[in-house]
């Protein structure tokens, strides 16, 4: 299997004059110093002497193309010395949707940049005002037309649980996503985290964030969409960071979020099976899986086979044998 990597440099937007109510990067200015081109360096080295066969130099931060231009540049430059001296194949970047245009994507298609992601967040437009994004859907759809126009490959990012959203709005942005043909996305739950706006509008009651329980039902259903466009999901949740542990107040926050929706996924599957072919109760019942799977069938915490156990009175293993496809169920 080819093993693939990122030499990840973390650019915080210090100064960002935007006001995400669930950003708290201007809590954290004070603290956070801003990356040099000599990370960019370090990153790239100790990626490309692990020696992974599909490496990539990788800005994060999500207002790539929003930072001051002199330091955009300095980094860029410094990323495009890393990929002349071989071992990585592009350079990718994260910014805002209303800020690309078609000048800053030259200058990042000079520079080697091969993929962007938008934070697209959600394509209601009074959800993003809510969350105070500021920018707009249609921000989002000429955004990803002139990358897509430049050949540079796109990324798309979403949340959900935003102030003034829903399932329904979740599902209709996902949608609109995928319309725009997308190479990847990721989906975010939100979290409240402490001295942003939206811990100060959960305090007062003005905002109810989802649960964890209610953010994986309906990654459950955004996944579908994705899968079934053919859009391929690289992140579900957030990372789980120190400052992710320690500054959590509220809101669809867990370590392994993206686990719980594929978990959820396949007891579906197995649940769906069962319906469709009425087990015998009591019986005994295997469902087939690469070792690497045993634990999303199995469930968190043996969830799922707990449940199927008590919905239709049988006992589940696995088998990690081989000789069926995944997934296959079968008495024994
Ligand atoms: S999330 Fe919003 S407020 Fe925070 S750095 Fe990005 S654009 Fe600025």
Redesign the pocket.
Known sequence: MKSEARAAVFV??LG?????V?????AIAGVTVPATPDDVRIAAERVRNAGADNAEIAFF???FT?IERGYMRLLLEAAKRELEKGGFSGIRIST?PDCIDAEVLGELKAAGVTVIEL?AQSMRDEVLVKS???HTSEDTRRASALIKAQGIRLGLQMMTGLPGDDDEGALYTANELVKLAPECVRIYPTVVLKNTALADMYASGEYTPQTVGEAVSLCVRLVRVFDGAGVKIIRLGLQRTESCENDVVAGAWHPAFGELVYCELKYEAMRRYFAENPPERGGEYAVSCGSAGVSLFVGHNRRNFARLGDEFGITMKTDVSGAFPEGTVRRI
């Open positions: 915080p937007h960002c004059p935007n006001d995400c669930f950003c708290n990067q201007r931060g999500g207002s929003a805002r934070g105070g994004r500021g």
